[in-house]
C-alpha cells in the first residue's frame, strides 16, 4: 500500500506561485502515473497535471502554460510549480499515483490553495 502525502499548500495573492510536493512512501518507479487533481466547493474532483513515465505530461486547459508538473525519482516525489496563481485556482489539491499492472490507485490526503487578495 503506497502512502503519498502532500505538502506546499497556503494561502498567496493572485499572480503569485506556489509548489506542491507529493511524497510517497516506496520508490515511485512502482507507480507508473502520478497526477494532481483538486476539487473546489461544491465542483467535482478534476485533473490538474499528470506525468507518465519521467517526461510524458498532460495538463487541464486551464492551467497550461502556468503549472508544470514534474518527478524526482531519486527522491520518490513528484511537484506541481503553480504561477500566475488565479483566484479561481482555489482548491484542494489531491496527489495521485496509478500502477497500471495492478489496477491500485492511491491518493493523499489533500493540500489546500487559496488565491485571494
Known amino acids: 500500500q503506497v502512502q503519498l502525502v502532500e505538502s506546499g499548500g497556503g494561502v498567496v495573492q493572485p499572480g503569485g506561485s506556489l509548489r506542491l510536493s507529493c511524497a510517497a512512501s516506496?520508490?515511485?518507479?512502482?507507480?507508473?502515473?502520478m497526477g494532481w487533481y483538486r476539487q473546489a466547493p461544491g465542483k467535482e474532483r478534476q485533473l490538474v497535471a499528470r506525468?507518465?513515465?519521467?517526461?510524458?505530461?498532460t495538463y487541464a486547459d486551464s492551467v497550461k502554460g502556468r503549472f508544470t508538473i514534474s518527478r524526482d525519482n531519486a527522491k520518490n516525489t513528484v511537484y506541481l510549480q503553480m504561477n500566475s496563481l488565479k483566484p479561481e485556482d482555489t482548491a484542494i489539491y489531491y496527489c495521485?499515483?496509478?500502477?497500471?499492472?495492478?489496477?491500485?490507485?492511491?491518493w493523499g490526503q489533500g493540500t489546500q490553495v487559496t488565491v485571494s487578495s
Open positions: 506525468i507518465l513515465g519521467d517526461t510524458s505530461t
Open positions: 495521485n499515483g496509478e500502477q497500471f499492472a495492478s489496477g491500485h490507485e492511491y
Open positions: 516506496e520508490n515511485i518507479f512502482s507507480i507508473d502515473r
